[in-house]
Structures are given as C-alpha cells and as structure tokens.
C-alpha cells in the first residue's frame, strides 16, 4: 500500500523550531518531487516548499523563505521541513504530497493537484 505518513508537528512557543518529516512507504521515493502544503483554520490549502527528486531543485513560499529548510533523504525514503523562527501565522496542519511526474517544483507547489497525499501532522505556534 502506498503511503505518505508526516509527523513532527507539535506546540511551539513563537520563535522556535520543529523539523516535521514525511515518511513514505509502498513505493520508491527516489522517482518522487515532494511537496509541503498547508492548511490554516478557514483558508485555503497553500504550497509552502517542494523539492525534485534528486533533490537538486527546492521552491519556498515567500512567507517561509529564509526560515524553512526543504530536504530529502532518499535511502531513508524521507523528506524533511526543518521550520525555524516560527510564527504565530505558521500554526497550520502540514501535509506532504507526492508527484511522479511534475515539470518543476514551482509548479507543483503552486498545484493542489498531486498523486499522494499523508494524512497531515498539526502545528500549533502559540506562547
């Protein structure tokens, strides 16, 4: 069965850091871009980073750009959004979403649109 299974969220004080992982299991993540979208209380699901498969392309919203990092471990079957300086307007559910095919990582975190999808991890930024 193929799966994409987020965790790492949490309560954080406004400031701080939590680095959420998306695990995959049932396929090869080595022929996947990933993406990180999320979903605050009454807006619309947004593109927050996404990476190529190799790894060698990435794409930040403007909002998290400078504080959120995108990575990938493909032994691992893993991807990675290490957010730091975290603010309240973060608190959001998480989700992780896979691509076979996708022209470029802009595009696809600009897509709501996607193959997978895990089941979302919720982080809470509040003091």
């Known amino acids: 069965q193929l799966q994409l299974v987020e965790s790492g969220g949490g309560l954080v004080q406004p400031g701080g850091s939590l680095r959420l992982s998306c695990a995959a299991s049932g396929f090869t993540l080595d022929y996947y871009a990933i993406g990180w979208f999320r979903q605050a209380p009454g807006k619309e699901r947004e593109g927050v980073s996404c990476i190529s498969s190799s790894g060698g392309s990435t794409n930040y919203a403007d909002s998290v750009k400078g504080r959120f990092t995108i990575s990938r471990d493909n032994a691992k079957k893993t991807v990675y959004l290490q957010m730091n300086s975290l603010k309240p307007e973060d608190t959001a559910v998480y989700y992780c979403?896979?691509?076979?095919?996708?022209?470029?990582?802009?595009?696809?975190?600009?897509?709501?649109?996607?193959?997978?999808w895990g089941q979302g991890t919720r982080v809470t930024v509040s003091s």
């Open positions: 979403a896979a691509d076979r095919f996708s022209t470029t990582v802009r595009r696809m975190c600009a897509s709501s649109e996607h193959d997978y």
